[in-house]
């Protein structure tokens, strides 16, 4: 009944990576290991379409895990980069292509006042958790368990036993030693996050919050929740930090933060800022960014950093985002496309629900609302299992894991949406076995 996709060559291609990267892929996610066969080997996209090796086209709400705000292959973007490349690639100087980016961001985001670029969102957090150091002379972090914030030592880190949890390295190869420098603490939990900056705040430098959690599912915070993050960090010497790297640019130009009206000392970013090529960047208050090198003695650097044809990438996309209408078209989009699935969710009474924030949506099996990590079941991921098989061989591609969100760029028409809703009912129909 079900056509199978033929995804031969992808199949060939990735057991000869196999051989030659860990897992076959160069980021653990990539290799569908929580969803079933081999990851779809891409060779070319446009808009919100993907077409594979074997020719297959896929319906796409990865958008490269965030970037890609404007769909695959926008051709402003393009543009830019073919029109900066033609001119080298790197000199390891300052060029133009920062003046102009560094205006297009500070003209317009309130929160900013000094920016700095780095290539990496990991690179972003690890340098903005050094500066809230280097500002406080204190020591330890807290982070909330269902936050990721990069692959960097000390965010690599779990909640551990105990009152207050002094975290436990989440990899082999973070000692405990390091770990032991970051707190753990509940997401959306104010009474809990009161007690440990009562006991501990002597020695915090920085609390660091995905402020809309979207990497461990979609775990929307009660704003009176990211309201006493700021408040604690401002009566107690601690440097708030906002990692708004698939926040940022996304649900507003300012970010959450604007979204939500709060200031944070700090922000980190990645993903849209630089256009679908490797990015990240970190900024906030004068007055902390002031102490990085070489104003500063906080030393932070970096070979490729500013790339120009990263810069040209992300003017070219930030530019476009400045458009008056634009967030409200993607997130009146997302309402009417989650709403639909909705709406089939509850006429056939499956227990799951869609939510969304701005173009960010995520399908959780349960009709419960979840603010914090703990209330995810694990189970419930067979069932995204089953849909992601269902909707992958009808040319749907979702982020192969039931932890990732989905995104929607400017580029899926109202049209490509509808057939998406279609799609993902079916495919909803055959998981719940209906
Ligand atoms: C993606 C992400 C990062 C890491 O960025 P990389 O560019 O993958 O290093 C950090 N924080 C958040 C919130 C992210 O979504």
Not at 62 to 78: D, E, F, K, Y
Not at 370 to 391: R, V, W
Request: with cysteine; hydrophobic share 40%; charged share 20%.
């Amino acid at each position: 009944m079900s056509n199978q996709l033929d995804r031969s060559k992808s199949e060939l291609l990735f057991n000869d990576a196999k051989m030659m990267f860990p897992g076959g892929v160069n980021s653990p996610v990539r290799a569908f290991k929580s969803v079933s066969g081999p990851p779809v080997f891409i060779k070319k996209a446009e808009g919100c379409y993907m077409t594979d090796v074997d020719d297959n086209r896929y319906l796409d709400f990865c958008g490269s895990w965030g970037p890609l705000i404007l769909g695959h292959n926008n051709a402003a973007v393009r543009d830019s980069i073919i029109e900066t490349v033609a001119h080298g690639t790197s000199f390891g100087t300052p060029t133009p292509h920062g003046n102009e980016i560094g205006h297009t961001i500070l003209d317009n985001h309130s929160r900013l006042e000094k920016i700095r670029f780095v290539s990496s969102g990991t690179e972003a957090v690890m340098s903005a958790l050094r500066l809230a150091r280097g500002y406080t002379g204190k020591n330890k972090i807290v982070k909330f368990e269902g936050c990721y914030h990069g692959h960097v030592d000390s965010m690599l880190v779990k909640a551990g036993s105990g009152l207050i949890t002094f975290g436990e390295s989440s990899s082999a190869g973070v000692p405990e030693s390091f770990a032991k420098e970051t707190i753990v603490a509940k997401l959306n939990d104010c009474e809990g996050l009161r007690k440990i900056v009562q006991q501990e705040g002597h020695d915090i430098a920085a609390i660091i919050i995905e402020p809309i959690p979207a990497n461990n599912g979609l775990i929307l915070q009660d704003l009176e929740f990211l309201k006493l993050i700021i408040d604690l960090c401002r009566e107690n010497q601690i440097v708030s930090i906002f990692d708004e790297v698939i926040s940022g640019f996304r649900v507003h130009f300012e970010g959450a933060s604007g979204l939500y009206n709060l200031s944070p000392d700090l922000m980190t970013f990645g993903k849209i800022i630089g256009g679908g090529m490797p990015v990240g960047m970190y900024g906030g208050k004068a007055e902390i960014m002031s102490m990085i090198s070489p104003d500063g003695p906080v030393y932070q650097a970096g070979t490729l950093s500013a790339n120009p044809v990263t810069l040209a990438a992300g003017n070219a996309t930030l530019k476009q985002l400045l458009h008056p209408d634009f967030y409200k078209k993607i997130e009146l989009k997302t309402e009417t496309f989650v709403s639909q699935i909705n709406d089939h969710i509850l006429e056939r009474e499956y227990d799951a629900e869609m939510i969304h924030i701005g173009g960010i949506f995520w399908l959780k099996f349960t009709s419960k609302t979840i603010k914090s990590a703990d209330q995810i079941d694990p189970l419930s991921m067979e069932y995204f299992k089953k849909l992601h098989h269902h909707l992958l061989q009808d040319g749907v591609y979702f982020g192969p894991s039931g932890y990732e969100v989905g995104f929607i760029s400017s580029a899926h028409t109202e049209n490509d949406l509808n057939l998406a809703v279609e799609k993902i009912r079916i495919a909803l129909d055959k998981t719940f076995e209906y």
